[in-house]
């Protein structure tokens, strides 16, 4: 995980600010479309040409259940759902959320609800599904990857553990474990979209100018829109606001995990991740109290807590 110094030029990749502003802001858009065209090796004919994103909460069909809030939710030009998330650190169960999330993006394809015209679209609807993409760009190592060596992985329906024949290529999750990824500026090939997309990633709160090797059109627009001098007050002051919990939550997992190591004992470093983990939460249980007992709307508290409505109406 990165720290900052005190004189950074451009922001930090790995803050919410950021990443929002980069993937999730529709005027953005050619850097996610970028992205995803290179992470999925998309060429000519096959690249998407165009995205649009989507409402990032998801309801469930029955009010009592649990929604979910992605960071970016998009859908390309073939119709195909694209949900984007920048995971900071590990948590438990991870791979069960992601699955949790992709159930969203593939029910909502079919009918929902009462019709009150004739939608040929719906009547005639064969469950004939669109893709969706999970992507997941992290900070840590994932635990439940079997290929240790690979930066990158591709995780698919198959028919069993012996064969490579794919059972539906309906849904595809993508991890990105970001600690793998040690190219120097240097090391990066001029055709490699994506390693320069993770140089980038990586490596852009700490960089005083673009490297040379980022010479595409992209990367040029992309260290503009980074450079914090040029924001106004309020885009500043957002932007420090992002920094610091991303400081903070990272200092804190860093703490307990020091104290894990300290211990010598993989008992006290999955100690430490828990409790680090459990005051992260107590310390939104406390902000969401405070925010409701101000009258603070529902909507607004889940956004800034992370919380669900169900969550916070237990408090």
Known sequence: ????????????????????????????????????NALLKLKGDEEIKDITHLNTEQLPNIESDRKAIYDVYCENNKGEKFIVEMQRASQINFVDRSIYYS????????????????????INWDYSLKKVYVVGILSFILDENPNHNE???????????????????????????LPKFTKQEEELDDDNMLDKWLFAIKNLYHLMDRPQTLREAIF????????????NKTERLAYQESLKDYRDYYNTIFSAEERGREEGREEGRAEGRAEAETKAYQEKLDMARKMKSDGMPYEIITKYSGLSIPEIEKL
């Open 1 to 36: 995980m990165p720290s900052e110094g005190l004189f950074e030029r451009y922001i930090n990749f790995y803050t919410d600010f950021a990443f929002k502003k980069f993937f999730g802001t529709p005027a953005n858009k050619e850097f996610l479309i970028s992205f995803l």
């Open 151 to 177: 930066i990158v992985t591709h995780a698919r329906l198959r028919y069993d553990e012996y064969s490579n024949e794919i059972y539906s290529d309906k849904l595809e999750f993508i991890n990105i474990e």
């Open 220 to 231: 040029k627009r992309l260290f503009n829109l980074a450079e914090i001098s040029k924001y």
């Open 103 to 122: 159930a969203f993006p593939i029910q909502e394809q079919g009918v929902r609800g009462y019709l009150s015209k004739i939608d040929e679209k719906y």
